[in-house]
């Protein structure tokens, strides 16, 4: 049961990062169950060639795995590039590969705050600027941040996360503004805590206070 109406995606394509699994796989989801193809991105090509092949079950619509790191801005322009090769298109671009840990700040190494903020905030603009040259620029589309509500206030454990989807949310602003005249619209979303994700088993454990000690 859908509040869309039926087919509204029919021919789009979206192209959407963290796809082989999570909230980021059920946004795919519900793309292709509305009409749209998708290509979906991670590093772990097995599981994303299953999640793929599962989505294509579950909604008869077409979707293809394509592997790669969105640091590698190569690896994000050869996976973008196989997307058009296989659909001609991309409409919808869907940032949400992203890494946590809970961690304190005061034990946090450099490489592991830069580690987060390469895959969330880096990453986000390999993907959003290779997209824009490839495709976005001159036939305009629709970019969907996932953020986070970490950053709002201050979240404990979290130093390295709340910097990077705040760095997300600011992109999300700048790009709305300068691409809105082209048709690119520029969206973020924020969700709160999803039952049965990675995220929530990350950043919720069981005895997650301990460490605040
Ligand atoms: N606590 C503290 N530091 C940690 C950590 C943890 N739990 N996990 C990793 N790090 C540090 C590492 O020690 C390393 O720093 P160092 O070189 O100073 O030792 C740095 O982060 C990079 O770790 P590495 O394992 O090499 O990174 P990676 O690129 O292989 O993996 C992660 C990235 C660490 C974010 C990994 O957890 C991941 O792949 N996550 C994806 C799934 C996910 O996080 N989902 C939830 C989304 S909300
Ligand atoms: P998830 O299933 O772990 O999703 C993260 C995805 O990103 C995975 O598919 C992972 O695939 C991919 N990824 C990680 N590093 C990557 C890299 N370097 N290059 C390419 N892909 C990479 O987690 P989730 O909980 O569903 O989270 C999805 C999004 O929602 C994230 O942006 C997260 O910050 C946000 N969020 C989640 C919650 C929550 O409650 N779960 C709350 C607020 C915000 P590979 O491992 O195969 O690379």
């Known amino acids: ?118 895959i969330d905030a880096i990453g986000t603009w390999n993907v959003t600027r290779a997209a824009f040259e490839r495709r976005l620029r001159d036939h305009g589309g629709v970019v969907l941040n996932i953020s986070a509500t970490l950053h709002y206030s201050a979240t404990p454990l979290q130093a390295h996360a709340s910097a990077a989807k705040a760095a997300i949310d600011s992109l999300t602003r700048s790009l709305a503004l300068e691409w809105g005249s082209l048709g690119i619209r520029v969206n973020g979303i924020a969700p709160g805590p999803i039952e049965g994700t990675e995220g929530m088993e990350r950043l919720a454990p069981p005895n997650h206070k301990d460490k605040l000690a």
Do not use: Q, W
């Open 1 to 118: 049961m859908s509040i869309f109406k039926d087919g509204i995606l029919d021919g789009k394509v979206a192209f959407v990062t963290g796809g082989g699994s999570g909230i980021c796989k059920g946004i795919t989801r519900a793309f292709m169950a509305h009409g749209a193809n998708a290509a979906i991105v991670g590093r772990n090509a097995e599981r994303l060639g299953a999640a793929a092949a599962e989505l294509e079950r579950e909604t008869g619509r077409e979707c293809l795995a394509a592997p790669a790191d969105v640091r590698n801005p190569k690896l994000v322009e050869a996976a973008l590039d196989a997307t058009i090769e296989r659909f001609g298109t991309i409409d919808i671009v869907v940032n949400g590969a992203a890494g946590n840990f809970l961690c304190p700040a005061a034990t946090l190494s450099y490489n592991g705050f830069k580690t987060v903020m390469d």
